[in-house]
């Protein structure tokens, strides 16, 4: 999806600003949670 693939550069460009252990944990995480949602 459009949408998806938006909310991820975003989200990679915020990871930018964060500590990279946190970055990796948070946006795996959050692909889990894309998948069973």
């Known amino acids: 999806m ?3 693939d938006a ?3 975003l ?3 915020i990871c930018m600003c964060q500590k990279l252990e ?3 944990f ?4 959050y692909n889990i ?3 069973f949602m």
């Not at 948070?26 to 995480?29: G, I, N, Q, R, T």
């Open 33 to 35: 949670k894309g998948v």
């Open 11 to 13: 989200f990679l460009a």
């Open 22 to 24: 946190g970055c990796f």
């Open 7 to 9: 909310w991820q550069a």
């Open 26 to 29: 948070d946006y795996h995480f």
């Open 2 to 4: 459009a949408g998806k």
